[in-house]
């Protein structure tokens, strides 16, 4: 048996501040801020109910021109760092027994499958 609350989170797509995330491309708010006033990335569930797939993909886009990526919430400061993180993420979850997923990862061809999405793209503004 699965114990879940059926549309968890609702409430919050229902409230006003839902429209402060609304799609505006690189002006749009794509993260929470909590009461604390820590920012945090929308859950996965919001993203998927605020924007479509093409907005979600123009926003990962916009984040790659601005060259800002997070590993488990860490902002990486460049690109070195970034692959930096990732050793660690992966160190700690095969140390926590999720894997390392290694052989199915090869860098060069995330980074060829990246040149090509904004190489297509920018295709499509011309």
Not at 70 to 86: D, S
Request: hydrophobic share 25%.
């Amino acid at each position: 048996k699965i114990f879940t609350s059926a549309g968890i989170g609702s409430g919050y797509i229902d409230s006003v501040k839902s429209n402060d995330h609304k799609f505006k491309n690189e002006n749009t708010k794509d993260y929470y801020q909590t009461r604390e006033n820590y920012k945090i990335q929308n859950p996965i569930y919001y993203r998927n109910y605020l924007y479509t797939e093409e907005e979600r993909e123009t926003l990962w886009l916009n984040k790659l021109d601005k060259n800002e990526r997070y590993v488990n919430g860490i902002k990486a400061e460049n690109e070195e760092h970034y692959y930096k993180l990732l050793d660690i993420a992966r160190t700690e979850n095969s140390r926590l027994g999720y894997g390392n997923n290694i052989q199915d990862w090869n860098r060069k061809v995330y980074e060829r499958q990246l040149r090509n999405i904004k190489f297509h793209e920018k295709i499509k503004i011309k």
